[in-house]
């Protein structure tokens, strides 16, 4: 009886992960469609391309964490960490001003570029390794 709890239980959450999926597909569709709208594309339209892909990126860790065997929180953590990271790395730099001439550089990049390739693209390589190492270094499963 135990394990046949423990496989629904399972099968809840990968469920969760596909809708996850799914929810993200269909707003980065939402998102292609809006470009064909007469007036050009509307702010929902890149609102919708953003939550998508950061909801499909992080429901897609999910889903192979959990296939994988890797502990329902630690799973968890890592898809609202990316999805939080992808939604501030790539929504904040379109709601900032653009930049001047003038305005300062972060290591050599403008603040949006920096945002993105330092929040976007850094940030999770250097964090999802780190917390999956110490997941597998556990070896409890």
């Known amino acids: 009886m135990k394990n046949d709890e423990r496989q629904a239980t399972r099968n809840a959450r990968r469920d969760y992960a596909l809708i996850g999926v799914f929810a993200g597909t269909i707003l980065i569709t939402a998102a292609y469609a809006s470009a064909w709208l007469p007036t050009g594309t509307p702010v929902w339209g890149v609102c919708c391309m953003v939550v998508g892909c950061a909801t499909l990126i992080g429901s897609a860790t999910l889903l192979g964490a959990l296939r994988s ?3 329902r929180r630690v799973a968890l953590f890592a898809a609202v960490f990316l ?7 790539f929504g904040v730099p379109l709601w900032l001003p653009a930049e001047t001439p003038d305005t300062p550089l972060i290591l050599g990049l403008p603040l949006r570029t ?3 390739i330092y929040g976007v693209g850094l940030l999770p390589l250097a964090v999802l390794p780190v917390l999956f190492a110490i997941e597998f270094k556990r070896g409890d499963r």
């Open 83 to 89: 999805f939080v990271v992808i939604t501030a790395g």
């Open 114 to 116: 920096a945002i993105e």
């Open 69 to 71: 065997g890797v502990r």
